[in-house]
């Protein structure tokens, strides 16, 4: 199924010991790219959950927010330097002599002064939230690639119903091109029976020359090879078997080519006007295939 590249999924998982909940948003950009918003503590947890979007997504800018709660009771210490809480006492008692004050009298005191004691916090072994993180990031992004599919469908019915104003506009300038012939030998025998009034017109020279402008005028190879593009532009978003945008915007490009050469090559006032209608039928489209993963 057709994927836009937009989309938001959200996942939570929670056990005795943690609480995860994910929420990941994506925009348009030609790779993946994947800015994590988290706690510092799960950042050896980041080449896990790397891969677990890969699994889903190929093409992107996502968002990956997690709010991580550790419901753990992890016992804490106390250090005490007494080295320091003497050496601050004993400068405080010369300052109290020095200075005629009183001299420092509680414990409390001492232990208010930098350094005395430090809170010892025990190591963040996160092995045990990798897993619950994973599950919370697989729900996420289940959801988000729903929502890019929905959005997918929308972008392949608005890409057929362009595709078949394209076709038929394209049909309509293949039309064309008899007529452009026949008008140029008209207005050829017009011009020679002017100049040569009287005297006799040289059929052949007529011939020839309309033969050549036919061959200068002749668009029929670009007719083809748009015919093909867009059946490949149909078969592809129809049956798509991977990421296509890359595919899609390729196939963009050289229809934007052969309308470019015909648009060069028709002479004509009424085919001008087609290819311009379709020129900016294929920008339309060019514009929503940004969207496709």
């Known amino acids: 199924m057709l994927r836009s590249m937009t989309g938001f999924g959200a996942g939570e998982a929670v056990s005795e010991e943690?609480?995860?909940q994910i929420e990941v948003k994506a925009v348009n950009q030609r790779f993946l790219e994947t800015d994590f918003r988290m706690p510092r503590v799960l950042d050896s947890l980041a080449e896990?959950?790397?891969?677990?979007?890969?699994?889903?997504?190929?093409?992107?800018?996502?968002?990956?927010?997690?709010?991580?709660?550790?419901?753990?009771?992890?016992?804490?210490?106390?250090?005490?330097?007494?080295?320091?809480?003497?050496?601050?006492?004993?400068?405080?008692?010369?300052?109290?002599?020095?200075l005629r004050l009183a001299r420092p009298s509680t414990v409390l005191e001492i232990a208010s002064y930098p350094g005395v004691l430090t809170t010892i916090e025990p190591p963040d072994d996160m092995a045990g939230a990798g897993p619950l993180l994973l599950a919370a990031l697989d729900e996420a992004m289940g959801r988000f690639v729903a929502m890019r599919e929905t959005e997918g469908a929308n972008l392949a019915a608005d890409f057929l119903r362009r595709l078949k104003k394209?076709?038929?506009?394209?049909?309509?300038?293949?039309?064309?091109?008899?007529?452009?012939?026949?008008?140029?030998?008209?207005?050829?025998?017009?011009?020679?029976?002017?100049?040569?009034?009287?005297?006799?017109?040289?059929?052949?020279?007529?011939?020839?020359?309309?033969?050549?402008?036919?061959?200068?005028?002749?668009y029929t190879e670009e007719i083809v090879r748009l015919r093909s593009h867009f059946q490949q532009f149909r078969s592809i978003i129809e049956a798509p078997a991977e990421p296509v945008g890359r595919k899609l915007d390729f196939l963009i490009q050289e229809m934007n080519r052969e309308i470019n050469t015909i648009a060069s090559k028709a002479n004509s006032t009424r085919a001008t006007r087609i290819t311009v209608e379709v020129k900016s039928e294929i920008e339309k489209l060019r514009e929503q295939v940004q969207n496709v993963e």
């Open 18 to 20: 943690y609480r995860v």
């Open 48 to 98: 896990a959950m790397k891969g677990k979007i890969r699994e889903y997504a190929s093409r992107g800018k996502l968002t990956v927010s997690v709010q991580f709660e550790d419901k753990r009771e992890r016992p804490r210490e106390i250090r005490v330097d007494k080295n320091l809480a003497i050496a601050y006492h004993k400068a405080l008692e010369e300052i109290s002599d020095s």
């Open 166 to 218: 394209l076709e038929d506009m394209v049909e309509e300038v293949a039309g064309l091109g008899p007529e452009i012939v026949q008008r140029y030998r008209d207005r050829l025998e017009k011009t020679l029976s002017e100049l040569l009034a009287a005297s006799e017109i040289d059929e052949n020279r007529i011939i020839q020359e309309t033969a050549i402008y036919a061959d200068r005028v002749n």
